[in-house]
């Protein structure tokens, strides 16, 4: 299978732990994309990548939030001192170098904060 | 400002009935446009998307929409509804050159 995969797909954690999600995109795309998905809502853009630059950030929800793509193949969103408020379903998606052609998500990880 | 709206939250239909999802859009000039479903605990997958051209556009699982350009309209139709068509519905937008943005969704159930 060469969808978008990642991991966790559920993570539970403590509030003010830190916590890194893993995405792996389809192979042969070079724009990678994150997405917050909260309860009732619409996925909500939080950054996105092509290949290895960072070109949107400014969504990013606070400076708790980083994401990087170090070799432009996978990618990781991290969350610091994590908020109950940051419980939500992050969705990781990627597309070819046109992103009009529609994106492929994955699965996404649910994050609960306790 | 730049938005999407889905009027309805939740729509119920009897399986085997039509289906209409509505979706608007505010940008000021037209965007590309997709229709994603969502099954529960899952990711969403593409419907259908309109870039140009004809303004009724065929996707999979028999769903079709239509762009009314005078009405900012893209429209998710589907003639008769199937069980497995419970899920969520997202329109989203994309203004050229610039990254997606969602509605909030409609949420449909299927009566047997």
């Known amino acids: 299978d060469t969808g978008v995969s990642q991991d966790p797909r559920h993570k539970i954690t403590k509030r003010g732990q830190n916590v890194t999600f893993r995405c792996d995109p389809i192979s042969e795309h070079n724009r990678l994309y994150w997405y917050r998905q909260t309860l009732g809502q619409g996925p909500e853009f939080l950054t996105y990548?092509?290949?290895?630059?960072?070109?949107?950030k400014s969504r990013l929800l606070s400076d708790r939030f980083s994401a990087e793509r170090p070799k432009g193949s996978f990618s990781t969103l991290e969350i610091q001192r994590t908020e109950q408020g940051d419980s939500a379903m992050y969705l990781c998606?990627?597309?070819?170098?046109?992103?009009?052609?529609?994106?492929?998500f994955g699965s996404g990880t649910r994050l609960t904060v306790v | 400002a730049q938005s999407v709206t889905q009027p309805d939250i939740h729509i119920t239909v009897s399986e085997g009935a039509s289906l209409e999802l509505r979706c608007n859009y505010s940008y000021g000039a037209t965007p590309y446009l997709f229709w994603y479903v969502q099954s529960p605990g899952q990711g969403l997958q593409l419907l259908l998307k309109y870039f140009s051209g004809d303004t009724l556009v065929q996707g999979i699982k028999g769903f079709e929409a239509e762009f009314k350009r005078s009405q900012s309209s893209f429209n998710l139709r589907k003639p008769s509804v199937h069980w497995s068509d419970a899920a969520e519905y997202f329109c989203a937008v994309a203004p050229y050159g610039q990254n997606f943005v969602f509605g909030p969704g409609t949420r449909l159930s299927v009566l047997p």
């Open positions: 998606a990627s597309s070819p170098r046109d992103a009009n052609y529609g994106y492929t």
């Open positions: 990548f092509q290949n290895e630059a960072q070109l949107e």
